[in-house]
């Protein structure tokens, strides 16, 4: 466990471990929940496909392709629930491969007309 203060803000680091020295890592999704095996009935949103959804969510600059930095204010779901447990996905591309997805950015889906 990590213990902080109500709206500290929060620095993380995810690293990839691997003997390929062509591949870089990025953060889609990350999001919060109270239970730490449930992340279906209570969550927070704090980015979706690489889009903050949290206006203190930031990604931060990296010194290497094989680390993704991030970060956001500490938060609590109510008095109910002690703690806070995080999800994030990441995604592994090769590094200079600007078509693929961690080369996107974010990419909000654009919603379609249903005209007939």
Do not use: W
């Not at 213990?3 to 591949?23: I, P």
């Not at 279906?40 to 600059?61: I, N």
């Not at 008095?79 to 996905?89: A, D, Q």
């Amino acid at each position: 466990p990590y213990y902080v203060d109500m709206n500290q803000n929060l620095f993380l680091q995810a690293s990839l471990h691997s003997s390929d020295q062509n591949l870089t890592v990025f953060v889609d999704t990350c999001v919060a929940s109270p239970n730490s095996s449930d992340f279906r009935t209570l969550v927070y949103e704090l980015s979706k496909s690489g889009c903050a959804s949290d206006s203190t969510y930031s990604l931060f600059p990296s010194p290497r392709s094989d680390i993704a930095r991030f970060g956001f204010n500490a938060f609590s779901f109510t008095n109910r629930f002690p703690s806070v447990f995080l999800r994030c996905e990441l995604l592994v591309c090769r590094y200079h491969d600007f078509p693929s997805r961690c080369y996107q950015g974010c990419v909000s889906r654009v919603k379609r007309n249903a005209d007939s």
